[in-house]
């Protein structure tokens, strides 16, 4: 037995299979009767929503999974991240800013191996005890981009050409984005099924960006509720169908990894339908605090290059959420803001932000965090403001030039959707007893320190979340019903 295992607890294997962006409902509501591997999973173990990070997004959500840290502590905000106080310094994230240890590198302590593929922040690859793949951020597949290096040759003889993602997701050429897709996918799940069944492992961890790609080209035609959405149009099924096929795969990934496999299905986020754009920067513009050298008269990207700073207090950058930077004095290069006037500004744009409503004036529910309040710790240079804007139906627009502050089309391409708070979990294996309600609860920072606990190894003291394994195993977990059944005491009580 590999130094480090209690010698109490039973050694297993663990395989976690991510798909990235699946929402709860298409797991858990009517779609399930039709995806037979799922729902079989489902039956025989727990499943519930799983919380993913502020922001919910690829980056950093995978990574806060695999090291139970938040994207604070982790000091990664996003693809791209600012490396200094200046305006220009910008980064993009990649395996070289994660400091702190993935899961797979404490179970290597400990003398266990793994396989790992496809895990968002992967490139360039480390040395670990096992096999890597690296993600869909890898430039391309003539660097090396796994580990060992020799493992990329042999992918490429395997499948032709290993495919890294789907480029050009955002297009309006959907037949063909639809063929690449499948054949990503495809390919995905034939390299796991290689290296389950090639490789030394006792963890396994795999992700597949089909799911966020489909869902971001094709979400308006499936969603009655999208304001694009069209009765009858010829993808109303895309999505549908694609899920089949991936149970498909599923099935047959599951056969390959055996029984005696305790197997998660997780996701990073949900996603849910775009409504539109909120122009953050425009925004700034209108409300006095920012000040570019000359107007655009078109839809333009923002550049600081644009941007008078000796009459600047705030701007912003755009994406999935809305980061929000002050120039403040003494730590910007042209600050202007005193610091004693960094949290009077700060509330400010808070209050006013969130009182910001759609086209019409409606108040569409924006949150405006400061990081401190959400992050165990602040690392790296943070957004001063972190805006989640309409509950995440609308999206930050970084533009300037649009002529209004709420737009109907995305600054980068064609999109149909933006994230939820929440993704999905579904555990199943031999230690855990089968749950027929949603266990309620559970979070992203979770993962890691229950997939060490299968293996009676003891989480890191640093880890943020903690082992769901007990409440896995005894049938006793919190679930929805119970939350809904306490609120209603809690009214009967009167404290509601």
């Not at 498909?248 to 990073?268: C, N, R």
């Not at 539109?276 to 209108?286: F, H």
């Not at 990207?301 to 700073?309: A, E, G, H, S």
């Amino acid at each position: 037995m590999p130094e480090g295992i209690d010698s109490v607890s039973e050694v297993s294997k663990v395989a976690l299979i991510g798909l990235d962006c699946v929402p709860p409902e298409f797991l858990f509501g009517e779609w399930l009767g039709d995806l037979p591997h799922f729902k079989s999973l489902v039956e025989r173990g727990v499943h519930g929503e799983l919380a993913s990070t502020i922001p919910p997004i690829t980056v950093p959500a995978w990574m806060s999974m695999m090291t139970s840290q938040d994207p604070g502590t982790l000091g990664i905000y996003g693809f791209r991240n600012r490396r200094d106080h200046s305006y220009e310094g910008l980064f993009f994230a990649s395996s070289t800013a994660v400091k702190q240890s993935p899961v797979w590198t404490t179970l290597g302590a400990s003398g266990l191996q793994s396989v790992a593929l496809g895990v968002p922040l992967t490139y360039p690859p480390k040395r670990m005890n096992g096999h890597l793949v690296s993600c869909f951020l890898t430039p391309d597949t003539n660097r090396t981009f796994t580990h060992p290096a020799s493992l990329g040759g042999e992918l490429n003889q395997l499948t032709g050409g290993y495919t890294l993602d789907v480029s050009g997701f955002r297009t309006n050429d959907r037949d063909q984005l639809l063929t690449r897709l499948y054949a990503m996918t495809k390919q995905r799940f034939q390299v796991a099924r290689h290296l389950a069944e090639t490789k030394p492992w006792d963890f396994f961890a795999m992700v597949e960006m089909g799911p966020d790609r489909l869902h971001h080209a094709f979400w308006r035609f499936t969603d009655p509720e999208h304001r694009l959405y069209e009765a009858g149009n010829p993808y109303s099924t895309v999505m549908f169908d694609y899920y089949k096929t991936l149970d498909g795969y599923l099935g047959e990934l599951l056969e390959t990894l055996g029984k005696e496999t305790t197997v998660f299905i997780v996701s990073d986020h949900g996603a849910k339908r775009m409504d539109g754009g909120i122009c953050l920067n425009e925004w700034l513009i209108r409300n006095g605090y920012l000040t570019l050298k000359e107007s655009p008269t078109e839809p333009t990207r923002f550049n600081v290059n644009l941007v008078d700073w000796s009459k600047t207090k705030v701007w912003g950058d755009g994406g999935y959420y809305g980061r929000i930077f002050l120039n403040v004095e003494g730590r910007e290069p042209e600050g202007i803001i005193p610091v004693d006037q960094v949290e009077p500004l700060r509330a400010e744009l808070i209050d006013k932000l969130e009182a910001l409503g759609d086209e019409k004036g409606q108040p569409i529910g924006t949150r405006v965090y400061r990081p401190e309040d959400i992050y165990q710790e602040v690392n790296g240079i943070a957004p001063d403001l972190i805006a989640i804007f309409g509950n995440l139906h609308w999206r930050s627009i970084g533009q300037v030039g649009t002529g209004s502050v709420h737009v109907f089309e995305n600054d980068t391409g064609p999109d149909d959707a933006n994230h939820a708070e929440n993704g999905v979990l579904i555990a199943a294996g031999p230690d855990i007893s089968p749950q027929e309600h949603p266990v309620a609860g559970m979070r992203l920072l979770d993962i890691a320190p229950t997939v060490l606990d299968l293996f009676g190894i003891d989480a890191p003291t640093d880890y943020q979340g903690s082992s769901l394994l007990s409440r896995f195993r005894t049938g006793e977990g919190f679930t929805q019903e119970d939350e809904e059944k306490i609120a209603e005491r809690l009214e009967q009580l009167g404290y509601l």
